[in-house]
């Protein structure tokens, strides 16, 4: 299917939470562990978070995140 090919076209890299744990449980008052695992990375990283989760904008976190 057209989804598998773009999927495996993807560069998909790994990253364990190991490394933020910290931030993890600091956000995890306002946030699901998934969605601050996620977060936590993004502002790691200094990467955008690209969701459709409206609820992961917020002032309690310093990630971009941008709605699709």
Do not use: C
């Amino acid at each position: 299917s057209e989804a598998l090919k773009f999927y495996q076209l993807m560069r998909i890299e790994k990253f364990t939470t190991s490394g933020v744990l910290d931030r993890v449980w600091a956000l995890s008052s306002n946030f699901t562990p998934y969605d601050a695992s996620y977060i936590a990375l993004a502002e790691l990283f200094g990467a955008t978070l690209v969701t459709r989760d409206e609820a992961l904008i917020s002032t309690l976190h310093k990630a971009r995140v941008e709605l699709i």
